[in-house]
Nanobody, 115 residues
Framework: QVQLVESGGGLVQAGGSLRLSCVVS????????MEWYRQTPGKQRELVAG???????YYAESVKGRFTISRDNAKNTVYLQMSSLKPEDPAEYFC?????????WGQGAPVTVSS
C-alpha cells in the first residue's frame, strides 16, 4: 500500500521560509504527478502546487513567485519550498499522489506564520 509522509512543518515568522518534504513509499513515485494542497478549518482543501512526471510545474496564483515545488525521483520525495510567507499562508499542508486509481493523501503538516 502506498503511503505518503510529510515533514518540515512548523512555526515561522512572516517573511520567512520553510521547506516541506513528502516521502512516498513503494516504487510508483516516479510514475505519478505529485501535488501539494492546503486546508484551513472550515474551508475546502485548495491546490497549492503540482509537478508532473516530466517535471513541469504549476501553482496557485496566490503562491506564484514565492513557493517552489520540486521532486527527487531517486529519493521518492517531493518538496515544497515556501518563501516570503504571509499571514494568509498558515494551514495544514498535504501532499498528494495523483495515481491512476485515484489520489493518495499524506497525513498533513501544519504551517504557522507569526506576524
Amino acid at each position: 500500500q502506498v503511503q505518503l509522509v510529510e515533514s518540515g512543518g512548523g512555526l515561522v515568522q512572516a517573511g520567512g521560509s520553510l521547506r516541506l518534504s513528502c516521502v512516498v513509499s513503494g516504487n510508483i513515485f516516479r510514475l505519478n504527478a505529485m501535488e501539494w494542497y492546503r486546508q484551513t478549518p472550515g474551508k475546502q482543501r485548495e491546490l497549492v502546487a503540482g509537478i508532473t512526471i516530466r517535471g513541469n510545474t504549476y501553482y496557485a496564483e496566490s503562491v506564484k513567485g514565492r513557493f517552489t515545488i520540486s521532486r527527487d525521483n531517486a529519493k521518492n520525495t517531493v518538496y515544497l519550498q515556501m518563501s516570503s510567507l504571509k499571514p494568509e499562508d498558515p494551514a495544514e499542508y498535504f501532499c498528494a499522489l495523483r495515481g491512476p486509481a485515484g489520489t493518495v493523501w499524506g497525513q498533513g503538516a501544519p504551517v504557522t506564520v507569526s506576524s
